[in-house]
Structure formats: structure tokens, C-alpha cells
């Protein structure tokens, strides 16, 4: 398996000493930057995930018929597995991010500091580096959006194919 090699100090650290806090603005500018990128990379995903799940629960529910009709919980199950798999994607996104950038200590931490920032469980137990705590909030935030919008998602397709169809159960 190749590993990649961590950035440089030089190239990922801003925090040049000056008087007026410059440095301090030059990283804040560079944890936005790189966050708003990550955060335009897991809409991404997200999009072109959902478009999949879409056509994937169509495929499923035509394909497996019970009693000759379309298998509802069978619809709901795969939108179900298939937004923990986008999410869990954008998940080892950030924490690929995190260990290249040496946020956090080695990848088992990366990962487990991006799913609990990504969630917005925020234990505590690890933290980033103090030059990445912006970059970390911003997944914070990008966790409580996709997720979010992956709750609206569920929704939708639960009463449109899945078993709480407008009218049946409420």
C-alpha cells in the first residue's frame, strides 16, 4: 500500500511572526481555504452519490418484487446503506486530509478525530494542532450539513417509495 508522504512544515505552516498578527491572518485564510475546498468536494460526493442511491433503490425495487410488488422497506433499506456509505466517504475524506496535513498524530487518529468532528460529537480526547482548529471546525460544520441534508433525503425517500407513503401510516 503506498503511503503518502506529509507536506513539508514549511509548506503548511503560516505563522509568521509579526507584529500585527499577520501570520495568525495568513493561516486563517489558508484553514478557510483548504476547508472550502474539502467542503465543495463532499457536496460533491454527495450529489453524485445521491443521484446513484436514486437509480441503485429503482434498480433494487424492480428487480425484487414481494408478491408481486414493489418491496418498500427493500427501497428504504438501500437509501439507508447507501447515506451511510456517502457519509462515510466524506468521512475518510477529511481524515485522508488530516493526515497529510499531520493535524492529528497518525491516520487511526485522523479518522477517529474526523468522525467524531464530523458528527459533531466532539469528545475532546483528540484535538488538532492549534494552526488546524479552523480547518477542523469548518468539517463541523460541512458534518452537520451533509447530514442534515442526508436526513431530508431519507425523508423524501421514505414517503415517496419507501414505507411512509403520504397518508398510510400517519
Known amino acids: 500500500m503506498r503511503r503518502f508522504n506529509r507536506l513539508p512544515d514549511s509548506?503548511?505552516?503560516?505563522?509568521?511572526?509579526g507584529k500585527n498578527g499577520e501570520g495568525k491572518l495568513a493561516?486563517?485564510?489558508?484553514n478557510l481555504l483548504i476547508g472550502a475546498m474539502m467542503i465543495t468536494?463532499?457536496?460533491?460526493i454527495q450529489t453524485a452519490g445521491f443521484i446513484q442511491v436514486t437509480h441503485f433503490m429503482g434498480w433494487m425495487v424492480n428487480r425484487f418484487r414481494w408478491h408481486g410488488r414493489r418491496n418498500r422497506v427493500l427501497a428504504l433499506i438501500t437509501v439507508v446503506y447507501g447515506v451511510f456509505i456517502l457519509l462515510t466517504v466524506e468521512v475518510w475524506a477529511w481524515a485522508v486530509l488530516y493526515d497529510l496535513l499531520g493535524v492529528v498524530g497518525d491516520f487511526p487518529?485522523?479518522?477517529y478525530f474526523s468522525t467524531v468532528t464530523f458528527s459533531t460529537v466532539g469528545y475532546g480526547d483528540v484535538i488538532a494542532h492549534s494552526d488546524w482548529r479552523m480547518l477542523a471546525a469548518l468539517e463541523g460544520i460541512n458534518g452537520?450539513?451533509?447530514i442534515g441534508w442526508s436526513t431530508a433525503y431519507l425523508v423524501a425517500a421514505g414517503i415517496r417509495?419507501?414505507?411512509?407513503?403520504?397518508?398510510?401510516h400517519f
Open 41 to 44: 468536494l463532499t457536496v460533491g
Open 109 to 111: 487518529s485522523a479518522l
Open 27 to 30: 493561516n486563517l485564510g489558508l
Open 11 to 17: 509548506a503548511i505552516k503560516c505563522t509568521l511572526a
Open 144 to 146: 452537520f450539513m451533509m
Open 161 to 168: 417509495v419507501g414505507p411512509f407513503r403520504h397518508g398510510e
